[in-house]
């Protein structure tokens, strides 16, 4: 079992920037793929950003790739999401998930997904 617990979200005017943090506890996540999907008001659940904990590699969505960087840190097992750059359609309540696998393929489809966080909301105003 995968314990998934988001931070550092908040309020921000358009241009800045938020660091979100996901910390994970009950088993060290090695063999596993990391996502960030967001959930605006009113829409559905999407993709963000993913990163495969073993080689590091990512992959992003369009609207967010060049502002958006994803990373992990092996030794606090904690992958975070750099947010530049911020628009206020970036707004959303921003949630982390664990794959049981370490591969990208599949990585945009939520229902790949085997842990997810409680969320922690992002406000960007204009």
């Known amino acids: 079992q995968v314990q998934l617990v988001e931070s550092g979200g908040g309020l921000v005017q358009a241009g800045g920037s938020l660091r979100l943090s996901c910390a994970a506890s009950?088993?060290?996540?090695?063999?596993?793929?990391m996502g960030w999907f967001r959930q605006a008001p009113g829409k559905e659940r999407e993709f963000v950003a993913a990163i495969s904990w073993s080689t590091g590699n990512t992959y992003y969505t369009v609207s967010v790739k060049g502002r958006f960087t994803i990373s992990r840190d092996n030794a606090k097992n904690t992958v975070y999401l750099q947010m530049n750059s911020l628009k206020p359609e970036d707004t959303a309540v921003y949630y982390c998930?664990?794959?049981?696998?370490?591969?990208?393929?599949?990585?945009?489809?939520?229902?790949?997904?085997?842990?997810w966080g409680q969320g922690t909301q992002v406000t960007v105003s204009s």
């Open positions: 998930a664990a794959k049981i696998d370490t591969y990208l393929s599949g990585s945009y489809f939520l229902k790949n997904y085997n842990y």
């Open positions: 009950g088993r060290t996540l090695s063999s596993y793929a």
